[in-house]
C-alpha cells in the first residue's frame, strides 16, 4: 500500500468511527428525553421535542451554508482531523500495542481471543440482555487498560474478531452501540463460559 492509500485508507476508517459514535450519541441523547414517570405519549414527548430541535438545527445550519458556502472549509479541516486521530492503527500508537495484553494467571495460552472477549462481555452485561460498548469500555479503563481508546475503537475490535455489535441495543431503556446476549451465546452454542471478573479484553 503506497503513503496515499494508507492515508486515505486511515482517514475513511476514522471518518467512519466518527459516524458511528456521532449517531451513537445523538439516539442516546433523544432517548434520555423519555419520561419514566409518565406513560403513552407523554412520556415519549421530550424525545419527540429534542428531535424537532436536531431538526431545526439541521435547517438553520443549512440555510447558513447556503448563504455562506465558504464556512464549510472550517467544520470540514475539524472532521478531517478528526478522522486522521481517530483513524490511528496499533503499529502508529506503540503505546496502545501491549497494554491490553492479559497477565499469564488471568487466561491460559492458546486462549480463543473471541471467546475471551464474549466472557469479558457476558461478565459486564450480568443478567441483563445486551450490554453498551460505552460499559464496556468504562470496564476496562477501570481495571486500567485501553487508555484513551474510543467506544469506535473498541467496536472495530469486537467486529475483528467476529463479535457482532448492534446500533440499537437498549439498556436502561437507552438505546446506543452495544452487544447482545443473544448474539455472543450464538458465537458458541455448545458450552457457554463462565465470566470471570477480572477478564480482560486481549488485543
Known amino acids: 500500500m503506497t503513503p496515499l ?5 486511515r482517514l475513511c476508517t476514522g471518518s467512519h468511527a466518527l459516524s458511528a459514535q456521532l449517531w451513537d450519541a445523538t439516539a442516546a441523547w433523544i432517548a434520555r428525553g423519555r419520561r419514566d414517570d409518565l406513560t403513552g405519549w407523554r412520556a415519549a414527548l421530550g424525545c419527540c421535542v429534542r428531535t424537532a ?9 443549512h440555510r447558513i451554508v447556503r448563504a455562506a458556502p465558504w464556512l464549510m ?10 478522522a486522521w486521530r481517530a483513524g490511528r492503527d496499533d503499529e502508529e500508537d506503540p503505546e496502545a500495542v501491549d ?23 457476558l461478565t459486564v452485561m450480568g443478567p ?5 460498548l460505552r460499559a464496556v469500555l468504562q470496564h476496562l479503563q477501570q481495571q486500567g487498560h485501553w487508555e484513551g481508546r474510543t467506544v469506535p475503537e473498541l467496536r472495530a475490535h ?3 474478531l467476529g463479535v457482532p455489535t448492534e446500533p440499537r441495543v437498549k439498556v436502561d431503556r437507552v438505546p ?3 452487544v447482545t446476549r443473544a448474539a455472543l451465546l450464538s458465537l458458541s452454542p455448545e458450552r457457554e463460559a463462565d465470566p470471570a471478573p477480572n477478564q480482560r479484553l486481549p488485543a
Open 158 to 160: 469486537l467486529e475483528a
Open 128 to 132: 441483563g440482555s445486551g450490554v453498551h
Open 99 to 121: 497494554d491490553e495484553v492479559p497477565d499469564s494467571g488471568e487466561q491460559p495460552p492458546g486462549t480463543d481471543p473471541r471467546d475471551a472477549a464474549r466472557t469479558l462481555l
Open 53 to 61: 430541535g436536531l431538526g431545526v438545527s439541521l435547517y438553520l445550519t
Open 73 to 82: 472549509w472550517i467544520p470540514a479541516a475539524l472532521w478531517t482531523l478528526a
Open 176 to 178: 446506543t452501540r452495544g
Open 5 to 9: 492509500q494508507h492515508a486515505a485508507a
